[in-house]
């Protein structure tokens, strides 16, 4: 079982910047693809970036592309969500999941643990 706890949400004016971090309790952190998610009010969830378990590659969805990034530090077991020049549409609760079976990144459906979410709200 792992634990997954998001942290860095918060409301900002667009334009602005915030950091994400999720933190795993796990020993084999690196074993895991992690993500990020997004799910807006009356929206589906909807994938935001991945990063491979050595955090050689990412991928990013085509709205958010330029604007966030995501890297990991294994040796803290931590992933992490860089978002800047923000937009009042990327208001929404972000969660952070993580995938061993290396499943379609891209589907909430191939995640195996999820945190609680952290909300994000950006004011035009």
């Known amino acids: 079982q792992v634990q997954l706890v998001e942290s860095g949400g918060g409301l900002v004016q667009a334009g602005g910047s915030l950091r994400l971090s999720c933190a795993a309790s796990?020993?084999?952190?690196?074993?895991?693809?992690m993500g990020w998610f997004r799910q807006a009010p009356e929206k589906e969830r909807e994938f935001v970036a991945t990063?491979?378990?050595?955090?050689?590659?990412?991928y990013y969805a085509n709205s958010v592309k330029g604007r966030f990034t995501i890297s990991r530090d294994n040796t803290k077991n931590t992933v992490y969500l860089q978002m800047n020049s923000l937009k009042p549409e990327d208001t929404a609760v972000y969660y952070c999941?993580?995938?061993?079976?290396?499943?379609?990144?891209?589907?909430?459906?191939?995640?195996?643990?999820w945190g609680q979410g952290t909300q994000v709200t950006v004011s035009s």
């Open positions: 990063i491979t378990r050595s955090g050689g590659s990412t």
């Open positions: 999941a993580a995938e061993q079976n290396s499943g379609s990144v891209y589907q909430a459906s191939s995640y195996d643990y």
């Open positions: 796990t020993r084999t952190f690196s074993d895991y693809i």
